[in-house]
């Protein structure tokens, strides 16, 4: 039988299942970006899952001192906010709206109440990860952010342009939203993917 | 400009980018098991990163001596080889077709083809993972195959029997093909969701 005392492993194991249960709604939360087929629009759950496959395959292009383990820990919690939010598109209303204020402190109560289905211990650990993943300041954050944005790049190099054509997207916003922040941590991977990019934008500076 | 000698970084960076897009067609595998909300399957990409998240989070029921990390790596890279092969559900065809002799063989070629995309030193480690994956007898391994059998089970339970009712499952059948691995690698996890599995099988031993 399980022990269903209040501090018992099954009461922990709830909180866990229920924890897993509810995160598997980012599998239905759409992003901008589609499949490398260009067959339909990417979903977050397994954009995170690709992300954190990108980090063990580029794990030898991150800086010296970045702890690919926690990069990757960051990259399948990172977007568990858009269960409550969705995911709002880097390139959406002329990037006014990514990373406002009013998009963070809708995440921030996301996290608080996603995160919060866990035990105490890892509801608090969990939410760290993802709040040193924000900040982007740590060299283990400032890696997987770069991955973050590499990402959709590489699927509309494979696509046909995808999002950039949506969005009319223009080489130096490209440079600015997205290549700064790749370049930020992980140049060598910019300076490849830039290359590759640039066909798209004819006519740019 | 990027390094295009045959050994520079570039000729490296590309090998890693070509695999990170072949691996963008896991997520248009299909499998039987369907989202918790019962909406639609769900794809062998966005399963991949739910076990990871299973990992990260069922952590503490792990065997001691379980390495989580390289549970998580093993999750992200072990249904890849379903890119050539397809999904091949457990309880199809009566459970006599999954890891039978032809599925293997054709798993292993599918394994050379795409870990063969990248650099060969990433090659043979990535190959390796999913071979003792494959194995299902380090500590690892085993850990890992009691979370992909589990996660199913919770899909089913929380989307209306799923896989279960379209396949005409028993609860003999669910003990012997899930349930023994799953107390194999965690057994506090399968004495937690036998429980919650029983009732969607009344009337059966």
């Given at each position: 039988?399980?022990?269903?005392?209040?501090?018992?492993?099954?009461?922990?194991?709830?909180?866990?299942?229920?924890?897993?249960?509810?995160?598997?709604?980012?599998?239905?939360?759409?992003?901008?970006?589609?499949?490398?087929?260009?067959?339909r629009?990417?979903?977050?759950?397994?954009?995170?899952?690709?992300?954190?496959?990108?980090?063990?395959?580029?794990?030898?292009?991150?800086?010296?001192?970045?702890?690919?383990?926690?990069?990757?820990?960051?990259?399948?919690?990172?977007?568990?906010?858009?269960?409550?939010?969705?995911?709002?598109?880097?390139?959406?209303?002329?990037?006014?709206?990514?990373?406002?204020?009013?998009?963070?402190a809708?995440?921030?109560?996301?996290?608080?109440?996603?995160?919060?289905?866990?035990p105490?211990d890892?509801?608090?650990?969990?939410?760290?990860?993802?709040?040193?993943?924000?900040?982007?300041?740590?060299?283990?954050?400032?890696?997987?952010?770069?991955?973050?944005?590499?990402?959709?790049?590489?699927?509309?190099?494979?696509?046909?342009?995808?999002?950039?054509?949506?969005?009319?997207?223009?080489?130096?916003?490209?440079?600015?939203?997205?290549?700064?922040?790749?370049?930020?941590?992980?140049?060598?991977?910019?300076?490849?993917?830039?290359?590759?990019?640039?066909?798209?934008?004819?006519?740019?500076?």
């Open positions: 039988m399980a022990d269903l005392t209040p501090d018992g492993p099954s009461v922990r194991i709830a909180a866990q299942m229920a924890f897993l249960t509810e995160a598997d709604r980012l599998k239905s939360v759409l992003r901008a970006s589609k499949l490398a087929d260009g067959s629009r990417e979903n977050s759950g397994e954009h995170s899952w690709h992300l954190a496959l990108y980090a063990m395959t580029l794990a030898d292009h991150a800086p010296e001192g970045v702890d690919i383990t926690r990069v990757m820990r960051m990259l399948i919690l990172h977007d568990l906010v858009e269960i409550d939010t969705g995911d709002v598109p880097i390139h959406s209303k002329n990037g006014s709206v990514h990373h406002s204020a009013a998009t963070m809708a995440e921030a109560r996301a996290a608080e109440r996603i995160f919060g289905l866990l105490e890892q509801a608090a650990s969990f939410r760290a990860l993802w709040l040193e993943f924000e900040a982007g300041e740590s060299p283990d954050a400032v890696f997987a952010r770069s991955l973050d944005r590499l990402q959709p790049v590489m699927q509309n190099i494979a696509g046909g342009g995808g999002s950039w054509l949506e969005y009319s997207v223009t080489w130096p916003q490209l440079k600015e939203r997205v290549g700064v922040k790749i370049a930020r941590g992980a140049p060598e991977l910019w300076d490849w993917v830039r290359e590759k990019a640039r066909p798209w934008f004819p006519h740019q500076d």
